[in-house]
T-cell receptor, first 111, second 113 residues
Framework: TQLLEQSPQFLSIQEGENLTVYCNSS?????LQWYRQEPGEGPVLLVT?????EVKKLKRLTFQFGDARKDSSLHITAAQPGDTGLYLC???????????FGQGTELSVKP | KAGVTQTPRYLIKTRGQQVTLSCSPI?????VSWYQQTPGQGLQFLFE???????NKGNFPGRFSGRQFSNSRSEMNVSTLELGDSALYLC????????????FGSGTQLSVL
């Protein structure tokens, strides 16, 4: 059974701080996606990484795929209250269209 | 372009009843996937339909079933509801290829009493 473990589960920080969320697995994934979900809404895709060692930047968010394609990280620089939400990593590509989701990281950024 | 539409938004049922949830994908999208989201288990894959055929299935009991119509709209049915079926049920659509971007709906919040 493929599993993705996310850490930390909860994160409460002040505006302006930096943070990193980790997503780890013992399995290799063809691709790794990061989503953000707000209360009452479905997840929205932020980025997809497919190459081992790949780094992608989206404004203040930096995503990295591990060399062995088993882990990934999301780094947010100078967090803002608008970054508050549930961040989910999802591994895909190994079983057709099925995505394996991590448990999520609940981020709260206080002004 | 309208997003993925799920109805109803909220549903309250009692144990033993059955329920049908509906999902209208983005126009032109032929693949529809269903996921169950709970605080304890997170997001878990139920099944995926493409061109009216189920092409992938998760590890859920047979009480969970689905179908897709010729216009790509999909329905999910849960029979003999159990308390543990209380969850947010999310539908996601994509054009068709496995590597294409998934677009999620806002979900149907099901409460089983």
């Amino acid at each position: 059974t493929q599993l993705l473990e996310q850490s930390p589960q909860f994160l409460s920080i002040q505006e302006g701080e930096n943070l990193t969320v980790y997503c780890n697995s013992s399995s290799v994934f063809s691709s790794l996606q990061w989503y953000r979900q707000e209360p009452g809404e479905g997840p929205v895709l932020l980025v997809t990484v497919v190459t081992g060692g790949e780094v992608k930047k989206l404004k203040r968010l930096t995503f990295q795929f591990g060399d062995a394609r088993k882990d990934s990280s999301l780094h947010i620089t100078a967090a803002q209250p608008g970054d508050t939400g549930l961040y989910l990593c999802a591994g895909g590509g190994n079983q057709g269209g099925k995505l394996i989701f991590g448990q999520g990281t609940e981020l709260s950024v206080k002004p | 372009k309208a997003g993925v539409t799920q109805t109803p938004r909220y549903l309250i049922k009692t144990r033993g009843q059955q329920v049908t949830l509906s999902c209208s994908p983005i126009s032109g999208h032929r693949s529809v996937s269903w996921y169950q989201q709970t605080p304890g288990q997170g997001l878990q894959f139920l099944f995926e339909y493409f061109s009216e055929t189920q092409r992938n299935k998760g590890n859920f009991p047979g009480r969970f079933s689905g179908r897709q119509f010729s216009n790509s709209r999909s329905e999910m049915n849960v029979s003999t509801l159990e308390l543990g079926d209380s969850a947010l049920y999310l539908c996601a659509s994509r054009l068709g290829g496995f590597s294409e971007k998934l677009f999620f709906g806002s979900g149907t919040q099901l409460s089983v009493l």
